[in-house]
């Protein structure tokens, strides 16, 4: 049964817009086929990711080359892109029918939970089975709150956003600080789980600065704070 819950106008300017600035929107469109009802809609969007990951341009042609070459398009399919890309006076609302298109598609999505469970209530007796079914459907919908899109994405963009993310939001120290400014800010301060080697010739300190970094680290960081325990074994102690 074809579901009630799409919003046409909305999928077309979306793609339209896409084709007359793909460049100035690919960060800001979250493109997934599946969000899309119509068949051409869909072979439409899909044209743009492919040529998108291969950073090919997108426009009218570029896409129409692409179904052509794939043979996937359709008789009617250039004159509606044509249409499509030619029915945008601007881009400026994009996010809004974005938002339009990811909201019906969580209703189609509510409507098959609903139907899954509609199918199988006359057959179910047992009252575990109930509770089975009630937690699996109740799971399925809690993960659409919040939930924007679940089509791939390419791996360079999020690792992209994760780098840029640890480098905004990174302290510059997540382990314990040695009190040495320098230090500090090339290892974050000590971790567990890290082996630190201190290294150079005899007579140059290596004690006296290795309990140096043991005392600062014991030190309390603020008022009313412990520092951290710090046992301190040495080959030159006699017991």
Known sequence: MESQYFNIEAERYVIGCLLLEFEALRDEVDLTPTDYTKDAHKRFVKAIMDLSES?????????????????????????????IAGSIPSTANVKYYEKLIKKQTKKRKLEKVAMRIQSKLNDLDDEQEIDNLITSSSK????????????????????KEVVDDADENRPDIIG?????????RMTSGFKPGELIIIGARPSMGKTAFALGLASNCAKPKSVGELGALVPV???????
């Not at 399925?140 to 690792?159: K, P």
């Not at 314990?176 to 500090?184: A, C, I």
């Open 176 to 184: 314990v600080p040695t009190g040495f400014g320098e230090l500090d």
């Open 233 to 239: 074994y040495s080959l030159e102690m006699s017991n």
């Open 55 to 83: 950073d090919t341009g997108v426009d009218l042609m570029t896409v129409t080359t692409w179904l052509t070459d794939r043979k996937e398009l359709g008789p009617e399919d250039f004159q509606l892109l044509a249409e």
């Open 140 to 159: 399925y919908m809690v993960g659409l709150v919040g939930t924007e899109s679940e089509g791939f994405v390419h791996i360079r963009d999020v690792m």
